[in-house]
């Protein structure tokens, strides 16, 4: 992994991002091993968060961002790590949580632990 799930969190945290849910996918995705999903409070803090990512990335780290016009969902592709930030709002809308519902739901208590 280019950049290690808890050096993500820990930058998403400071960020002051909340509801930040890490949903497993390692053996059930050929293409990612972690998904964050991550609420802003506005659409300024859900932009801000790719620069914020890019700054722990290795210059050499393959990464791919996509959003909507008015940044209120915000992917960023890490290979390994598939992260999204959205508005509180449009996260309440789309629920894609619900996506997930068969996924193991990490403990960020268990970052700790090299995970």
């Given amino acids: 992994m280019s950049v290690s799930l808890k050096k993500v969190y820990d930058t998403l945290t400071d960020l002051k991002l909340f509801d930040i849910s890490i949903y497993d996918f390692r053996g059930q995705s050929p293409f990612f091993d972690y998904q964050i999903i991550a609420s802003a409070s506005n659409e300024r803090q859900a932009h801000s968060s790719i620069e ?26 890490l290979r390994d790590i598939i992260i999204h930030v959205m508005h509180k709002e449009t996260r309440e809308n789309y629920q894609i949580e619900k996506l997930f519902y068969d996924r193991k739901k990490l403990d960020p208590k268990e970052l700790n632990h090299g995970i």
């Fill in 52 to 77: 914020f990512i890019k700054r722990i990335l290795s210059d050499d780290a393959a990464y791919h961002v996509e959003n909507d016009t008015n940044s209120r969902w915000v992917l960023i592709d």
